[in-house]
């Protein structure tokens, strides 16, 4: 019987059509790790252009089959739509736009309603020509404890403040209505946000600058010897762990070692070296040696410091730029990861709480007459007579014009800095607003947040800046690393922010700058009517007849000029009494570097012009406080 073939062998295949990238098993001589192995495979392209080809090449069939009919049943293939930029700003504009029309067609309301209405009705019922009998009451009963209800002009400030309060608040409905409305976006928005990886260069970055920060500025030098040895007269602890820190000032000797274990855990935090145990030590030491100098009537704003410090300190901040990275040698940097992503984005948002709160603030307290006044005039003259040897660099009192948009620049920087935080583009922008905001403020009024500006280079993606500009280096992470995971859990960080940002919320929406070591920082809000400043004045009559006169006007003996007018306020705000005479010797000894036996001491409260021409004037006037019997410790006040 003759052997017959099978019909399937004997039946020729046809030939398969090439493939722009042959996806299947060849034969090859060469292997996988042959150095020619993709230039065979992929012919004049190298593997990443190959993909990117072939891919453009699926979305043009994609696009052409979305026109094709389908054979089978007649209808066209949609074609799956990706994501694309175009795509979220259709979503971005159907979002903002609806807001935006809420919020001007709300305020442009309370505008009308004003200009065309309420501001008559206030005006008659100041004026004493009548109007509403509940209105004409109010202001009775506020002119029988505030004289400065006697004018007119008062009025219509609080009238146009409140206006300007409903404004807030109608914006704050819009948004919490638009972020109900669109709950499940924000929500996805919200985690991406927190969740989303970043090198840890960026985190190194902020590591240097905070530690360094803590090592440059006054308060964590002599500051902290200096108030830990004030007597407790003169204390007014601040609220949170204020009335804690009161038990704990330490020895003058003490108090060194304190600072010298200090300044070698933060320098070491700086460095990179031991870089988590000394990280928590710094932390731990910078609540007591920045927050002993706050206890004296005046909190100066460096929270963000230990803000930072603690976010480093449940951190893997040390993984590069470090001396225990150095001695980890051969290491490539770690890779992108959410540990480095979460602390950089919380402090982002801290930043932007340092600014946000003071500017909601200023409009809740002076209304719109704070950017359209001579408030910011005012305000400026007011700084410079608090500094006895400091010239202006730039003078804008003269134009009224510059200091209006200035007054408005300075609003819309405040409200919209934790805005720019949500993006790298917006962030890069935020820097530089940031720096000619603070330029502005050092060249003007001598107030320059120095430690504020340290901290900016936390805002700046530095793999991907370097790496645009030819740096390479695979152990710091530039371009970004492709190295082993980092080590660790989100759960420390995650508390401490937490924390952070409850408590620093906290203390925003009540206004507080007087805590430690949460606050909301300056505020400048209520506006200042008058070119006027008060100053405590000193006099002590000998008992042989000699007079020795000093104000209170500047800084005096150890305590800098910021220290010392705060500590001044809090003692004129003590009720009168023996614990008040005691602080206001305590101030007068502070003030002479002696301390009067017998005679007189006299202090008062004098109104001095703040106009540049009224430099070296006399007080526009004067009244007593109080009048200490230094021989007999009888004391009277007046």
Not at 280 to 304: E, M
Request: charged fraction near 20%.
């Amino acid at each position: 019987m003759p052997h017959l073939r099978s019909p399937i062998v004997a039946t020729a295949k046809p030939p398969r059509p090439r493939s722009s990238i042959a996806c299947g098993r060849i034969s090859h001589p060469r292997t996988n790790n042959s150095p020619d192995f993709w230039d065979d495979r992929f012919p004049g392209l190298i593997p990443e252009a190959a993909i990117d080809a072939a891919r453009r090449q699926a979305d043009r069939l994609l696009i052409e089959r979305s026109l094709t009919p389908d054979t089978a049943s007649g209808r066209r293939i949609r074609s799956p739509q990706r994501e694309s930029i175009m795509t979220r700003s259709v979503q971005n504009r159907h979002l903002v736009l609806p807001f935006t029309l809420a919020v001007l067609g709300g305020w442009l309301v309370l505008c009308l309603a004003w200009y065309g209405w309420l501001e008559g009705v206030v005006d008659s019922a100041a004026s004493g020509r009548g109007g509403v009998d509940a209105l004409v009451d109010l202001i009775e009963q506020r002119r029988s404890v505030d004289p400065a209800w006697e004018a007119p002009e008062h009025a219509l400030w609080v009238g146009r403040t409140v206006m300007t309060r409903l404004g807030l608040l109608w914006l704050l409905l819009v948004a919490g209505v638009t972020g109900f409305n669109h709950r499940q976006s924000l929500i996805r928005g919200v985690k991406a946000y927190f969740t989303e990886p970043d090198a840890p260069l960026n985190l190194a970055i902020l590591r240097i600058t905070t530690f360094g920060a803590l090592l440059l500025i006054p308060a964590g030098r002599e500051e902290f010897l200096i108030h830990a040895a004030l007597p407790e007269t003169l204390l007014f602890p601040p609220s949170g762990i204020g009335p804690l820190l009161t038990s704990l000032i330490p020895e003058p000797f003490t108090a060194r070692l304190i600072l010298i274990v200090w300044i070698a855990a933060t320098a070491m935090a700086m460095l990179g070296l031991l870089t988590r145990p000394a990280t928590i030590v710094s932390s731990l030491l910078t609540l007591i040696v920045l927050g002993i100098p706050q206890l004296h009537g005046k909190v100066n704003h460096a929270h963000h410091l230990v803000w930072f410090a603690i976010l480093l300190a449940s951190a893997p901040c040390g993984d590069v730029l470090s001396l225990d990275g150095w001695i980890r040698r051969g290491r490539t940097a770690p890779r992108p990861d959410p540990r480095y992503g979460l602390p950089l984005r919380i402090a982002w948002l801290l930043l932007g709480m340092v600014y946000l709160f003071p500017g909601v603030w200023k409009l809740w307290t002076g209304g719109l007459d704070w950017i359209f006044s001579d408030h910011l005039r005012n305000q400026i003259w007011h700084q410079w007579t608090t500094h006895a040897n400091w010239t202006p660099v730039l003078d804008p009192t003269g134009h009224p014009w510059l200091l209006r948009l200035g007054g408005l620049g300075v609003i819309t920087f405040e409200l919209s800095f934790i805005l720019l935080m949500l993006s790298r583009p917006t962030r890069f922008l935020a820097l530089i607003l940031g720096l000619l905001f603070h330029l502005a403020n050092l060249l003007t009024l001598n107030i320059g947040f120095i430690s504020l500006m340290a901290i900016y280079p936390c805002l700046v993606d530095w793999p991907r800046l370097l790496s645009r500009l030819g740096v390479r280096s695979m152990r710091v992470g530039i371009p970004r690393g492709v190295g082993p995971p980092t080590r660790g859990s989100l759960v420390p960080v995650t508390i401490a922010g937490a924390v952070l940002l409850v408590g620093n919320g906290w203390y925003g929406i009540r206004g507080d700058n007087y805590g430690w070591p949460f606050a909301c920082y300056p505020k400048f809000g209520y506006p200042i009517r008058e070119p006027i400043r008060t100053v405590v004045e000193f006099e002590f009559v000998a008992s042989d007849g000699g007079v020795e006169r000093e104000s209170f006007a500047t800084g005096r003996g150890p305590l800098r000029t910021a220290r010392w007018i705060g500590t001044v306020k809090r003692v004129l705000k003590m009720p009168p009494g023996p614990r008040r005479d005691e602080a206001l010797l305590t101030l007068a000894e502070i003030a002479t570097g002696t301390q009067p036996r017998t005679g007189v001491a006299r202090f008062f409260s004098s109104e001095y012009s703040t106009r540049p021409e009224d430099r070296g004037a006399p007080p526009l006037r004067t009244r007593t406080i109080s009048e200490v019997m230094l021989r007999t410790g009888a004391a009277s006040d007046t």
